[in-house]
């Protein structure tokens, strides 16, 4: 090319007139051609906007060259990489204090309602909204009943065990006859109460923490974990804790991911990748761990996790993938396969929640529900966690979380050799902790038995099944996706699905309302099957839908409408307030006052 062209379209034959006179020329051109009526001026802007550029381009560049005039070409290299090297250095010091993931950061919007004059605004269209609920869940306390000082003398016991009962009166809801949807998965078994009742008694005083003192508790605890990790063909370097709930062992499985992650790959800024309909314990645990939650979309006609997108989400910061066994929204068994494949392509540990369907999930298949590859027997599954509290039927308290390897549980322990206390170790959040809990639980598994867990899950699934066909048939109802397990979700593209919730609600049934999308679910337990409440169930709905159906322009009742609305807010911090506001009332020992 010829030098002196070059030279032209970097401008260094015009660097001698004054750069902004230039510009201002170009500017002015610019102006008189502002109003393009065809494609030539169209062009002719074009050329001008890039001419100016280039001539800034030339004039910097002779810039630069002037100045570093003489310069030894070692020595500028030297220097570049110097400071490149120290950029990367600060980066590396300060990114780990720096990383504030996305959960923790302020919208515009938050902010924006931080302003005093905006808060107290929003306070006061807040008011009446807040004293509904507050009316709402102190309807139940008479004025005058909160006792708000410990006793000066001792009560005598009698008189104890009577004012407990008058504060269970309380409660209005009929869980015991199968009107309450989840919630409480111990059947009424006098037998079994009483064997835990025992139990309890004999183990009350004892305490993990201390496992020289407390060896029973300590044999029992090892053999539950060994039971489950059986049941979920865990081999001989599988491994796992017992917890407290399904939301502790999820969190303990996200930190030992966690500091796995760092340890082994020196990530500093976690992420974990879970499907939109996970449970709320990963973003508890995002919460208090400090990880970025990414939500993975569903597929919108099965309601399982988009294998396809996941994969697209995963950066190199992604320390785990979840899927759940079944979610608790929907009731739908995510493609635990398909997640463990990328798992293993991406060396990426895969966690499955298996809370809610513990001990349904390794029973469907000999339950005559078909055969379903969701545990440690699926390549690149790393950890499971599954609730004793829920169909193991266990009093509530007891959860596992369950690894293939000893290398993650080990990231999960905390350990304090130096403490003046002395040196400490605890595997999960607790310190001290009841023996009687796991003692219970190892009680209620060796009398149920795996047959007994079988026909269990026979029972609930036969009830289930009926319940899906059921609620197909009901015109004007949609069962959401296939579920396989427990739990059935419906919605309706013609009727207020919040509405039948309420009106279900005055009929004495205590269903789960869903958002995004709108649904109400019901989880059934062996409660529901032994009590048979199919045929009632199925009844009282078909009876409200058509009610709902004939009268298309009745206004909603004024629950559905919060539950309508809430979903609508653009600015979700509005429904976290409500939920902070909703917290304070159930703490508060005030009386309602009109
Ligand atoms: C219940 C549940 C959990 C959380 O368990 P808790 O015992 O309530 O803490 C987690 N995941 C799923 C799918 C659940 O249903």
């Not at 399904?246 to 340890?263: H, V």
């Not at 993650?408 to 001290?432: C, E, K």
């Amino acid at each position: 090319m010829d030098s002196s062209l070059v030279n032209d379209m970097f401008g260094y034959s015009s660097v001698e007139r004054p750069l902004w006179d230039e510009i201002q020329q170009e500017l002015d051109d610019l102006r008189n051609v502002y109003w393009p009526t065809d494609g030539k001026e169209l062009a002719d802007i074009g050329m001008l906007v890039g001419e100016t550029f280039l001539r800034c381009v030339g004039l910097i560049r002779h810039r630069i060259n002037k100045e570093l005039e003489g310069v030894e070409p070692l020595c500028l290299v030297t220097a570049c990489f110097l400071f490149f090297l120290s950029l990367w250095v600060l980066k590396r010091l300060f990114t780990y204090n720096s990383f504030v993931p996305s959960n923790k950061r302020l919208s515009l919007l938050e902010r924006f309602r931080r302003l005093p004059i905006i808060r107290s605004i929003s306070a006061s269209k807040m008011r009446p909204v807040l004293k509904d609920l507050e009316r709402d869940l102190k309807k139940d306390y008479a004025p005058g009943s909160f006792k708000k000082v410990l006793p000066e003398e001792g009560h005598k016991a009698v008189n104890i065990v009577e004012e407990v009962q008058s504060y269970l009166d309380l409660s209005k809801a009929d869980w015991k006859a199968g009107r309450v949807s989840g919630c409480i998965y111990s059947p009424n078994d006098i037998e079994c109460e009483k064997l835990v009742l025992d139990v309890f008694h004999k183990t009350m005083k004892s305490n993990h923490l201390h496992a020289d003192i407390f060896s029973g508790v300590r044999k029992m605890e090892a053999e539950i974990i060994r039971w489950v990790l059986n049941l979920y063909h865990g081999d001989a370097d599988a491994c796992g804790s017992i917890s407290s709930g399904g939301t502790e062992s999820i969190m303990l499985a996200c930190k030992a991911y966690r500091d796995f992650a760092f340890a082994t790959r020196g990530i500093t800024e976690p992420e974990i990748l879970v499907p939109h309909s996970a449970h709320a314990a990963f973003d508890k645990a995002a919460d208090w761990l400090r990880l970025e939650i990414r939500k993975v979309p569903l597929d919108p006609k099965t309601l399982m996790v988009d294998t396809r997108k996941m994969r697209k989400m995963i950066t190199r910061n992604t320390i785990l993938l979840v899927g759940s066994a079944p979610g608790y929204p929907h009731g739908i068994i995510d493609p635990i396969e398909g997640i463990a494949a990328l798992g293993c392509r991406y060396n990426i540990p895969v966690h499955v929640d298996c809370c809610l369907g513990g001990f349904i999930m390794p029973f469907l298949e000999d339950a005559g529900f078909g055969k379903f590859n969701f545990d440690f027997s699926v390549k690149g599954v790393t950890s499971i966690s599954c609730d004793t509290h829920k169909y193991a039927m266990a009093p509530k308290g007891t959860s596992l979380v369950m690894y293939s390897s000893k290398k993650y549980l080990h990231h999960q322990f905390s350990a304090a050799g130096d403490w003046p206390g002395g040196v400490y170790i605890t595997p999960t959040v607790a310190g001290s902790r009841s023996g009687a809990v796991v003692a219970c639980c190892w009680a209620t598994l060796r009398y149920y038995g795996r047959g007994g867990y079988v026909e269990a899950c026979r029972d609930i699934l036969t009830e289930a099944r009926k319940i899906k066909d059921g609620i197909k048939e009901i015109k004007g109802l949609r069962v959401l996706g296939d579920p396989q397990a427990t739990v059935i979700a419906f919605d309706s593209d013609i009727i207020n699905i919040f509405e039948v919730n309420s009106r279900m609600g005055k009929l004495g049934w205590h269903l789960n309302p869903l958002q995004f999308p709108s649904g109400i679910h019901i989880c059934l337990t062996k409660i529901h099957a032994e009590n048979k409440v199919t045929e009632t169930f199925l009844t009282d709905l078909r009876t409200i839908v058509e009610k709902m159906l004939q009268e298309p322009d009745k206004k909603v009742s004024s629950q559905a409408a919060v539950y309508g609305q809430a979903q609508t807010f653009s600015d979700r911090s509005i429904v976290k307030d409500l939920l902070l506001n909703y917290m304070d009332i159930i703490y508060s020992t005030e009386d309602y006052v009109d």
